[in-house]
T-cell receptor, first 110, second 112 residues
Framework: RKEVEQDPGPFNVPEGATVAFNCTYS??????FFWYRQDCRKEPKLLMS???SGNEDGRFTAQLNRASQYISLLIRDSKLSDSATYLC???????????FGTGTRLQVFP | EPEVTQTPSHQVTQMGQEVILRCVPI?????FYWYRQILGQKVEFLVS????????KSEIFDDQFSVERPDGSNFTLKIRSTKLEDSAMYFC??????????FGPGTRLTVL
C-alpha cells in the first residue's frame, strides 16, 4: 500500500466552483500533515499545514481525521490561478523527511 | 519574503562525471534537505542535515552522494559518478524548526 495515496485527477472545474481533494496515509505514526501545491516543472510550495481541529486559510480549508488516516482540502470559489497539482504530504514521528503523495491535478477553466 | 535559491537551474553532464548542486537556504533556518523528483513521479526525500551533520538519509542516498555546508550560507549536494537514472529535478529545502519545509526552485539534472 502506498504511504500517501491521492486521486491523480485531473479535476476540471469552472471558475467559482468548490472542489475537494482527499488523501489517505498508511502509517499511523504520521504526526504532521501538509498540503503543498506544485505548478508544472516548479518547486512544491507550502499551501497550508493541517491541524487536528481543521483549519482554514482564506478560500482553503483543510481537515484531518486521524482515526481514518484521511486528510482533505477544500477550495472554495476556484480561481484560474488555482490550476496546479496539489500534493498531500506527511511527516512521520521522529523523522525529518516529508513523504509526498503523487498529487491531484486541478484545472480551473473560465 | 526570503526564499531558498539554487544554482544552476539546469545542469547537463556525461555519465560518470561528478556534479555539485548548490543551494542557499533561508538565512535563519536550521534544517536543510535535498529531495529529488524524476519526471512524472512524486517528490522523494534524499537527505536531511542539521547541526553540521546528516540527520537522516534515504536508501537512494548511497555512497555516490554527499552533502556539505562549506560556509554559513551554502548547502551542496555532490553526486560523485552520475548515472543515467540520476536524471531528475533536485530540490533543496530548509526549515526553521524541522517541520514545514520551504523549497527552492530546483536544479534540473540531465545525465547523458
Amino acid at each position: 500500500r502506498k504511504e500517501v495515496e491521492q486521486d491523480p485527477g485531473p479535476f476540471n472545474v469552472p471558475e467559482g466552483a468548490t472542489v475537494a481533494f482527499n488523501c489517505t496515509y498508511s502509517n499511523s505514526a504520521s504526526q504532521s500533515f501538509f498540503w503543498y501545491r506544485q505548478d508544472c516543472r516548479k518547486e512544491p510550495k507550502l499551501l497550508m499545514s493541517v491541524y487536528s481541529s481543521g483549519n482554514e486559510d482564506g478560500r482553503f480549508t483543510a481537515q484531518l481525521n486521524r482515526a481514518s488516516q484521511y486528510i482533505s482540502l477544500l477550495i472554495r470559489d476556484s480561481k484560474l490561478s488555482d490550476s496546479a497539482t496539489y500534493l498531500c504530504v506527511v511527516n512521520l514521528y521522529n523523522t525529518d523527511k516529508l513523504i509526498f503523495g503523487t498529487g491531484t491535478r486541478l484545472q480551473v477553466f473560465p | 519574503e526570503p526564499e531558498v535559491t539554487q544554482t544552476p537551474s539546469h545542469q547537463v553532464t556525461q555519465m560518470g562525471q561528478e556534479v555539485i548542486l548548490r543551494c542557499v537556504p533561508i538565512s535563519n533556518h536550521l534544517y536543510f534537505y535535498w529531495y529529488r523528483q524524476i519526471l512524472g513521479q512524486k517528490v522523494e526525500f534524499l537527505v536531511s542535515f542539521y547541526n553540521n551533520e546528516i540527520s537522516e538519509k534515504s536508501e537512494i542516498f548511497d555512497d555516490q552522494f554527499s552533502v556539505e555546508r562549506p560556509d554559513g550560507s551554502n548547502f551542496t549536494l555532490k553526486i560523485r559518478s552520475t548515472k543515467l537514472e540520476d536524471s531528475a529535478m533536485y530540490f533543496c529545502a530548509s526549515s526553521p524548526e524541522g517541520l514545514a519545509q520551504f523549497f527552492g526552485p530546483g536544479t534540473r539534472l540531465t545525465v547523458l
